[in-house]
């Protein structure tokens, strides 16, 4: 958890264009920014949930909604660098979400139908350096490529090539 976290910082630093040398006190001081408290809170809940503390994951995930807006299953393994720049409406349901993705505000990813045991093969398979814009909408057991653009606003049904951008409602690869 440590060393996610650890690149989570290093990417938020490296995208707001300062140095992720910093001190012990300064890391701690930067989770409390308003955009990585949220990715601190997934960490944990994750961490919980993958060591038999299911009943506090779920206060961590619901914390994480009371407080920031962000809906996620603490089933979703994601990978290093997660960065969020606005939380509020964005629910994570997918099967797995690689690393370095940025996920803007209002997004679902998730089922295209109600899945109440979190099955992996029905919600989204999103792999490394993707972007989603705000407001998108992918859903089903679709894999989104690597260095994948989503545009604001799509409706995501199909998979996404690597290094594609997809727009519009369903989405279209332009």
Known sequence: MITLLKSDLERY????????????FGALKAFFNIRLMPVAFIRLAYWCAHHHMGPISKIVCL???VVFG????????????LFLPHTVGTVIGAASIGANATIFQGVTIGA?????????ERRPTI???VIIGA???ILGGITIGEGSKIGANAVVLNDVPAGRVAVGIPARII
């Open 127 to 129: 792999l490394d350096d």
């Open 13 to 24: 630093y490296s995208l707001v264009g300062k140095s992720a040398n910093v001190s012990k």
């Open 112 to 120: 295209k139908e109600a899945d109440m045991n979190y099955c992996p």
């Open 135 to 137: 407001g998108a909408k």
């Open 70 to 81: 962000l809906e996620y299953s603490a089933k979703v393994k994601i990978g290093p660098g």
């Open 63 to 65: 914390l994480n909604l």
